[in-house]
């Protein structure tokens, strides 16, 4: 099976604007979780989407959304971009076995904001 | 506040000895337990995991213990090889909420 991709894998914008990154997730995997890691705070949730639906969400503020497809691609938008959205911006795809969430991560996009 | 702790930042072992990872939480809602292993500019992969109702699981050479009454769970890694030398994150989950809560990570270097 392919694993988690996501696209593009390097960026470089300029404060002020507005980026798009996309994730597709395992085939049959219907949960796709973003996760934003920085040097300072390492790895934090931003949201959760099951079903086209966001089923969870993290402690960022609204410049950060995202959404899902009815085929379970994911996208997650920033903007009005800040120094300080520079990160790695992973995803992640689940699997529910046993009643219990295992979440296979993709490679990652890494942004730069200048 | 950090709900998941590694408090070692870092870890050096030689080649085929025993590595041993620890991770501390302090949510006693938390019921599933994973480890990632991480490469700079790369996912986490998924390595092994844990649900509360064990206390022990096993994967080759990865074993994951928990003890839910001290909020403590490691990993251990025999025998260790170069190949394991990367970042290792502790990451905790409650059933009802999907996300996951990672530590920061330590990082691990096997020697020849």
């Known amino acids: 099976k392919a694993g988690v991709t996501q696209t593009p894998r390097y960026l470089i914008k300029t404060r002020g604007q507005q980026v798009t990154l996309s994730c597709s997730p395992i085939s049959g995997h219907r949960s796709v979780s973003w996760y934003q890691q920085t040097p300072g705070q390492g790895l934090q949730f931003l949201f959760e989407y099951f079903s086209e639906t966001q089923r969870n969400k993290g402690n960022f503020p609204g410049r950060f959304s995202g959404r899902q497809f009815s085929n379970s691609r994911s996208e997650m938008n920033v903007s009005t971009l800040e120094l300080g959205d520079s990160a790695l911006y992973l995803c992640?795809?689940?699997?529910?076995?046993?009643?219990?969430?295992?979440?296979?991560f993709g490679p990652g996009t890494r942004l730069l904001v200048l | 506040d950090q709900q998941v702790k590694q408090n070692s930042p870092s870890l050096s072992v030689q080649e085929g000895r025993i590595s041993i990872l620890n991770c501390d939480y302090t949510n006693s809602m938390f019921d599933y337990f994973l480890w990632y292993k991480k490469y700079p500019a790369e996912g986490p992969t998924f390595l092994i995991s844990?649900?509360?109702?064990?206390d022990k699981n096993e994967d080759g050479r990865f074993t994951v213990f928990l003890n839910k009454s001290a909020k403590h769970l490691s990993l251990h890694i025999v025998p260790s090889q170069p190949g394991d030398s990367a970042v290792y994150f502790c990451?905790?989950?409650?059933?009802?909420?999907?996300?996951?809560?990672f530590g920061k990570g330590t990082k691990l270097s096997v020697k020849p």
């Open positions: 844990i649900s509360s109702i064990k």
């Open positions: 992640a795809s689940s699997l529910i076995t046993g009643g219990w969430e295992t979440q296979y």
């Open positions: 990451a905790a989950s409650h059933r009802s909420q999907g996300n996951l809560i």
